[in-house]
Nanobody, 115 residues
Framework: QVQLVESGGGSVQPGGSLRLSCAAS????????TGWYRQVPGKQRELVAEVTSGGRTNYADSVLGRFTISRDNAKNMVYLQMNSLKPEDTAVYFC?????????WGQGTQVTVSS
């Protein structure tokens, strides 16, 4: 089974930027959707952004215009560029890859936006 490992999280001031990376141990091209979700304590995990194998993207309204998701099938990588970060973006961010038969999650990476 493919394993996903996130990196790039950390602490940043409001207005700052971070780039999250998700490395897959196997071929991600077979996954129709790859994306980033986030979760804060006491709340459900929510979709941040996703990209299809064909390059179509979908974003949560709260991050539209600030975050950009990309996918490199040749390198088996998924990225999330986060700009103009806000305190409400603070969460654990999870990488996800799914198809009709598989739904794989990474272990998560913490993003903290605070002054």
């Amino acid at each position: 089974q493919v394993q996903l490992v996130e990196s790039g999280g950390g602490s940043v001031q409001p207005g700052g930027s971070l780039r999250l990376s998700c490395a897959a141990s196997g071929i991600i091209f077979r996954f129709s959707f790859t994306g980033w979700y986030r979760q804060v304590p006491g709340k459900q995990r929510e979709l941040v952004a996703e990209v299809t194998s064909g390059g179509r993207t979908n974003y949560a309204d709260s991050v539209l215009g600030r975050f950009t998701i990309s996918r490199d099938n040749a390198k088996n990588m998924v990225y999330l560029q986060m700009n103009s970060l806000k305190p409400e973006d603070t969460a654990v961010y999870f990488c996800n890859a799914r198809s009709l038969s598989e739904n794989v999650w990474g272990q998560g990476t913490q993003v903290t936006v605070s002054s």
